[in-house]
């Protein structure tokens, strides 16, 4: 019963000052978002102590009859959200669920199809040091040049090429809509399957702002902690039976052993929060205020690739002012601004360096901003680049801190957690 405050100063203190940094600071991460006071009493809660290996109704240990109504919670209100038949709620992660689907469809040394991480793709979608890289054959496509959108000519032509057994849609950098229509006809002409990789576009599709891919794809993989603002975890969605059964099997006993029942108990809270009528009110929120960023930065002097977003997120390029992605994120950082460094595509800086930063506005949108303070921190944010043209990297204090007063009194207007 001894508090952590007592118990355990040291970690408590970094926990306080974790709050603080999310109290005072403007989370511009677009992978990132804030959950609910409800999300985090269950993901604090006593499910943490169960092992539950196996499924709902059919466990490998005792004592499962309270857990599986949170994992049975969780199943019913996701397949409700996305409109499908099957769904697996224990990847602890989106790599995990990602990592499942592979072993389930693939054979190590198999060809798939996939985003190139430099255009907007994601490390496990075959990037060279991760497992999918080195166990698959990954072959990536990438963005036009004229648009820096999909170049869904290239998918087809690569796919026809290369024979994948499996193609994946999605990624952690598409500003724009994804065309799953023209992927579908792709997979069928060359007989993939085709994945879904929606862990950025999960919440604006349960929204109802994205058009749900379901319908037209195999598999759906997603993360559950960035726009559809659960825990952090993973699931995995699909209305082929024969793949579903496929999908457990690669979960557990596959790749994990006993599923996170207090994460899986928090995220049948959040897609509970996700079927209300105001996550719909939210995920709309979130594109407003990701056009208005866009647009202030762009009158700003900035270059947003794709020329704007539909969606939570927009790419940043850096180059007209003269300054680097590093730099940018560094000196922001000063500012209260959160948010990273990002290539764009046809990046010729280092991925250490790059030349854009990522913005997204779920963090933001959740804790109360509208268009008018996404608008003004498209101007604190050129503010500070363009400081950083001025001043040079090292010199930027007196902007970066004229910015952060400014930050403050920002989220002083939007408080978050006041109750803890
Ligand atoms: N897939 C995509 C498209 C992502 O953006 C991410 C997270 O960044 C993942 C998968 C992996 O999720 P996690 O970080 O939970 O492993």
Request: charged share 25%; hydrophobic share 40%; proline share 4%.
């Amino acid at each position: 019963t001894e508090k952590l405050e007592t118990r355990d100063p040291e970690l408590f203190g970094a926990i306080r000052k974790e709050l603080g940094r999310q109290r005072d600071e403007i989370e511009l991460i677009a992978s990132e978002n804030i959950v609910s006071a409800a999300v985090m009493e269950a993901q604090g809660s006593v499910m943490t102590n169960k092992y539950a290996e196996g499924y709902p109704g059919r466990r490998y240990y005792g004592g499962c009859q309270y857990v599986d109504i949170a994992e049975e919670l969780a199943i019913e209100r996701i397949c409700k959200l996305f409109d499908c038949g099957y769904a697996n709620v224990q990847p602890n992660s989106g790599s995990q669920a990602n990592q499942a689907v592979f072993l389930s469809l693939l054979q190590p040394g198999d060809t798939f199809l996939a985003m190139d991480l430099a255009a907007g793709g994601h490390l496990t979608h075959g990037a060279a040091p991760n497992m999918s890289g080195k166990w698959f054959n990954a072959v990536h496509y990438g963005v036009r040049e004229d648009t820096l959108d999909i170049d869904y000519d290239q998918v087809e032509e690569l796919a026809l090429k290369h024979k994948p057994k499996l193609i994946i849609a999605g990624g952690s950098a598409i500003p724009r809509i994804i065309d799953m229509k023209r992927f579908r006809a792709i997979a069928d002409k060359v007989g993939a399957y085709l994945m879904a990789d929606m862990a950025h576009f999960a919440g604006l599709i349960a929204g109802g702002v994205y058009p749900n891919p379901m319908e037209h794809v195999h598999v759906l993989t997603s993360t559950t902690h960035k726009t559809l603002r659960g825990p952090r975890g993973g699931i995995i969605l699909t209305n082929h039976e024969d793949l579903a059964r496929k999908f457990n099997s690669a979960i557990f006993p596959g790749i994990q052993g006993g599923p996170l029942m207090h994460v899986i108990a928090a995220k049948a809270v959040a897609f509970g929060e996700a079927l209300r009528p105001e996550f719909a009110d939210y995920q709309q929120a979130v594109v407003r205020n990701a056009k208005a960023l866009a647009a202030s930065l762009i009158e700003g002097g900035l270059a947003i690739t794709t020329g704007g977003t539909d969606t939570h997120v927009m790419l940043v390029d850096l180059r007209p002012k003269g300054v680097k992605g590093n730099e940018a994120e560094k000196s922001l950082g000063r500012a209260h601004i959160t948010c990273n460094k990002n290539g764009i595509p046809f990046d010729t800086e280092k991925f250490t360096v790059t030349s854009g930063i990522r913005l997204g506005t779920p963090a933001g949108t959740t804790r109360g901003f509208g268009e008018a303070e996404f608008a003004e921190i498209g101007r604190l944010i050129v503010e500070v680049v363009d400081g950083l043209a001025a001043n040079g990297a090292e010199s930027n204090g007196a902007v970066e801190d004229a910015v952060k007063a400014k930050v403050q009194a920002l989220c002083d207007r939007f408080p978050i957690y006041d109750r803890l």
